[in-house]
Each structure stands twice: as C-alpha cells, then as structure tokens.
C-alpha cells in the first residue's frame, strides 16, 4: 500500500512511480490491437489495452474517491480506506487476496490520491479472473469492526509519523499545499491531518465505503495479455454480480477565490543540510483548460525546466554552475485546478537567493521574448518520444488510461492527446506563460538549515 504524493516541489524529491499524469498518453495502438471501452450493467466502465508481448497482464480498479472527497474534519479517510480494503471479507479471511497473488509470483498494491484510490495486481493471463473475483468481493463484502479498525488506524498515525513529521520536506510541502489552496480541498493532504486522523473510527469508514465503493463510481482497467471479448466475460461474471450502488452527485469541490497576493512559507530545520525553493502558481487542469491552454502549459514546463536540456538548468547547472538542481512541473492531472511549480537548490558557496533570481529571471525572458520555434519543437518531439516509452509498459498504460478517466476525462482525448500536443505555438506558450506565472500570486516555499536565520 502506498500514498501518492502531490508535488515534487523540493529536491531531491521523486515523483512515486505510480504517479501518472493524465496528460502524457501512449501512441494510438496499432489496428490488430485496438483499446476497448465498454460499461458493464451496474455502471462499471472498462478498458481493456490488449498488449500480448509478454504472458502477464496489470489489473486495476480505480475509485472515484480520494482525499478531496472527504467529508470536511475526516481528513485522511480515503487513505485510510484504502488500507482497510486488504482486510478481510464475507469470503476471504484478511490477507488471503495478497497470499493468493503471491503465490503464483504476482504483485498487489494500492494507493491514494487527491481524486482516486486506486488497486492493482500483476499476473499471468490465468489468473485475472480470480483477481477479479476477489477485486468484485471486497467491493461490498468488508467486514469492518472496532478491532479491525483501531489497529489499522495506529498503522496510518506511525505511517503519518515517519514519512511526514520525520521530514523537513514533506512538512513544507504540507505547508506550501495548504497557503496554496486556499478554499480548495487539495489544501489537505492526502493521508489527512494527525489530529483527525487520531479520531477516525468504524462509522466514518462504513460511510464512505457505502458512498463511494460500487460498481457505478469504479473504472476497471486490463492490461496486457488479453482479448476484449474474453476481458468482457469475465467482468461479467464477477464485477457485473455486484449491484449498482446510489448515483452521486457530480464531485463539485470549493472553488478557489482570486489570488491576488505574494505569499512565502519557510522552513528551518537542523536536519536540512542544502538550502532549497520552489514557487508556484495555480493553473488550470487538463480537466479545467481551456482548449490548447493545459498542454502550452506541459511545454512551457518542459522548456523551463523540463530535464537537462531546459533552460533553467542549462542555465543554473551547466554554464554558471550555482545551483545543484533545479526545474519546473506541471501538474495538469487534477480533476480541478493544478499548479505549475519551478523550484533549485544552491551549489557550493552559491545563495539560494541567487538561485531564485536566476529563476525568475528566466521566466520573465520568456514573458517578454517567448519561445523559439526550435526549442518548442524539440519540447514536442521529447514529449511524444515520452509517450512511446510508456506505451512500451502495460502497467504504465493502465495508469495513463485510470488516471485520466478517474479525473474527468475520456479515452478518446487521451488517444487525441498527441496531436494536441503537436498543435501548440510558440504563441500559446508565451501566453500560458504571462497569463499564470505573475510573481504577484505565487506561493514561495524555503526550505532551509537552522543557521540561516531567515526563519
């Protein structure tokens, strides 16, 4: 079980490997292999990416519930959820889904995000649909006790405690979410305050197992080696025995007033030996753009601060040498409003002042100049390669597709994604660039070693 984390805002900090962006999509399949997307009677939505390279196939279910549907004061509950999902059932004692996995060599998971909780196995092509059998089962049939939950729920706080309050960097990320959002429910991180987290108990999880777990607000994703038709039966036969649940609302969250305001969050800690920043703005979703404006942004972040070849780093790291790392994100995946994030640490007797300046400095040239024709379309021809290398990995492919489908969008417009890409001008760029990166509504975060006295 894993949580997925929203920001790679300080490094060195990866992105979690199951952590997929709706906006980078594989190339559409060949016509022998065609993706398949179909609704099971209960309202279940499927896809199938058949892929028969290698005899194993990825499973996964995807919820339409995450952190940013909880109900305000349980904050971590969805998260929570997700542990309480491994236990044990009408049919299978706790523990007994995973055993079974493992024992014909396969691997299960899960895990949480801002707009979806998502589960996963992978394994041989026989087995999927006794995954699917134990998947549809645990669905309804929880059993959920006092004594199931109490000591579920200190895992979650000793969970909280070594990955977020033994850590300078996960604390401000913490920080720089909430001063960020300020209405929003992303503001709450996704494994929930400790304080609320301390009082989650067996009535607050039945109830949002009994609003969100059905078939209906479910996406069920194959991948690998597997014909549609036969995907089709079997989902029939296990997922489609499980009656639809109420039909919910559309997931309308707090909007988010206007920012008008430059907003800084620091933080000293003795445990931090190399100084580091990021700033960042909100921005609209690939959900939320308008037409063209989420992938100019994805390219912006790419030449900004995309890899080795962007201009913050070539800049910062290669020619002046001052910063040990630095970049720019953009994250399009939210079923709301995402940001755009730029961030460096210094190098050697460099100041993170200096750091940031060059930053800035870079983005208000592409402000003022915009983007060349050159490096716009290398950015594209790097985000298309991207795309291949995906579709090269059917666990990959099976997030890519949850993912988007999780967050309002569709199979088509992932297929589609490639040539909205490559439909992007210079002009877009620029225009994403002035219209979201003003310096007079971003958040700044330091993150800094106790000595340095700008706390």
């Given at each position: 079980?894993?949580?997925?984390?929203?920001?790679?805002?300080?490094?060195?900090?990866?992105?979690?490997?199951?952590?997929?962006?709706?906006?980078?999509?594989?190339?559409?399949?060949?016509?022998?292999?065609?993706?398949?997307?179909?609704?099971?009677?209960?309202?279940?939505?499927?896809?199938?990416?058949?892929?028969?390279?290698?005899?194993?196939?990825?499973?996964?279910?995807?919820?339409?519930?995450?952190?940013?549907?909880?109900?305000?004061?349980?904050?971590?509950?969805?998260?929570?959820?997700?542990?309480?999902?491994?236990?044990?059932?009408?049919?299978?004692?706790?523990?007994?889904?995973?055993?079974?996995?493992?024992?014909?060599?396969?691997?299960?998971?899960?895990?949480?995000?801002?707009?979806?909780?998502?589960?996963?196995?992978?394994?041989?092509?026989?087995?999927?649909?006794?995954?699917?059998?134990?998947?549809?089962?645990?669905?309804?049939?929880?059993?959920?006790?006092?004594?199931?939950?109490?000591?579920?729920?200190?895992?979650?706080?000793?969970?909280?405690?070594?990955?977020?309050?033994?850590?300078?960097?996960?604390?401000?990320?913490?920080?720089?979410?909430?001063?960020?959002?300020?209405?929003?429910?992303?503001?709450?991180?996704?494994?929930?305050?400790?304080?609320?987290?301390?009082?989650?108990?067996?009535?607050?999880?039945?109830?949002?197992?009994?609003?969100?777990?059905?078939?209906?607000?479910?996406?069920?994703?194959?991948?690998?080696?597997?014909?549609?038709?036969?995907?089709?039966?079997?989902?029939e036969r296990t997922y489609g025995l499980v009656p639809r649940g109420p039909d919910l609302p559309p997931r309308i969250r707090p909007a988010e007033p206007e920012h008008n305001t430059r907003r800084t969050v620091s933080l000293a800690d003795p445990r931090v030996t190399v100084p580091s920043f990021s700033k960042s703005w909100l921005a609209p979703s690939y959900t939320t753009a308008s037409p063209g404006e989420a992938e100019a942004l994805d390219l912006l972040s790419e030449i900004l601060g995309g890899g080795v070849r962007s201009r913050i780093y070539q800049s910062l790291v290669v020619r002046a040498g001052i910063a040990a790392s630095a970049g720019a994100h953009f994250d399009g995946s939210k079923l709301d409003q995402g940001s755009f994030t730029v961030y460096g640490a210094p190098r050697g007797t460099a100041e993170l002042d200096a750091i940031e300046a060059a930053v800035d400095a870079e983005i208000d040239r592409i402000i003022d100049q915009g983007v060349t024709e050159k490096e716009l379309e290398s950015s594209k021809n790097r985000f298309l390669r991207s795309m291949i290398f995906a579709s090269d990995n059917q666990a990959s492919m099976a997030n890519l597709y949850g993912a988007a489908l999780a967050t309002g969008g569709t199979v088509e417009q992932v297929r589609r994604w490639p040539e909205k890409i490559r439909a992007v001008t210079a002009g877009q760029v620029r225009d994403a660039a002035k219209k979201y990166l003003g310096v007079d509504h971003s958040v700044t975060g330091y993150l800094l070693p106790s000595s340095t006295g700008r706390e």
């Amino acid at each position: 079980m894993s949580l997925t984390v929203n920001w790679p805002r300080l490094l060195p900090m990866a992105l979690p490997a199951l952590l997929f962006s709706a906006s980078v999509a594989a190339e559409t399949p060949p016509p022998d292999n065609p993706i398949a997307n179909f609704v099971l009677g209960n309202g279940m939505e499927v896809v199938v990416i058949p892929d028969r390279r290698a005899p194993i196939v990825t499973h996964m279910v995807w919820y339409k519930a995450g952190s940013a549907d909880e109900p305000p004061g349980k904050s971590g509950i969805a998260h929570f959820f997700e542990h309480l999902m491994f236990k044990g059932t009408e049919n299978h004692a706790a523990g007994e889904f995973s055993r079974a996995v493992a024992e014909i060599g396969g691997s299960d998971n899960a895990f949480t995000g801002n707009d979806f909780t998502a589960y996963h196995q992978t394994v041989t092509p026989e087995a999927l649909e006794t995954m699917m059998a134990f998947e549809a089962d645990r669905m309804r049939n929880l059993i959920l006790t006092d004594a199931v939950i109490g000591p579920e729920r200190d895992v979650i706080i000793e969970e909280r405690g070594s990955r977020i309050e033994n850590s300078p960097e996960a604390l401000l990320g913490e920080e720089i979410d909430a001063t960020l959002y300020q209405n929003h429910p992303y503001r709450i991180p996704v494994i929930g305050w400790m304080h609320e987290i301390e009082k989650l108990n067996r009535t607050d999880a039945i109830a949002f197992y009994d609003r969100y777990y059905a078939p209906n607000n479910a996406i069920l994703i194959v991948a690998g080696d597997v014909e549609a038709a036969a995907v089709r039966g079997l989902a029939e036969r296990t997922y489609g025995l499980v009656p639809r649940g109420p039909d919910l609302p559309p997931r309308i969250r707090p909007a988010e007033p206007e920012h008008n305001t430059r907003r800084t969050v620091s933080l000293a800690d003795p445990r931090v030996t190399v100084p580091s920043f990021s700033k960042s703005w909100l921005a609209p979703s690939y959900t939320t753009a308008s037409p063209g404006e989420a992938e100019a942004l994805d390219l912006l972040s790419e030449i900004l601060g995309g890899g080795v070849r962007s201009r913050i780093y070539q800049s910062l790291v290669v020619r002046a040498g001052i910063a040990a790392s630095a970049g720019a994100h953009f994250d399009g995946s939210k079923l709301d409003q995402g940001s755009f994030t730029v961030y460096g640490a210094p190098r050697g007797t460099a100041e993170l002042d200096a750091i940031e300046a060059a930053v800035d400095a870079e983005i208000d040239r592409i402000i003022d100049q915009g983007v060349t024709e050159k490096e716009l379309e290398s950015s594209k021809n790097r985000f298309l390669r991207s795309m291949i290398f995906a579709s090269d990995n059917q666990a990959s492919m099976a997030n890519l597709y949850g993912a988007a489908l999780a967050t309002g969008g569709t199979v088509e417009q992932v297929r589609r994604w490639p040539e909205k890409i490559r439909a992007v001008t210079a002009g877009q760029v620029r225009d994403a660039a002035k219209k979201y990166l003003g310096v007079d509504h971003s958040v700044t975060g330091y993150l800094l070693p106790s000595s340095t006295g700008r706390e």
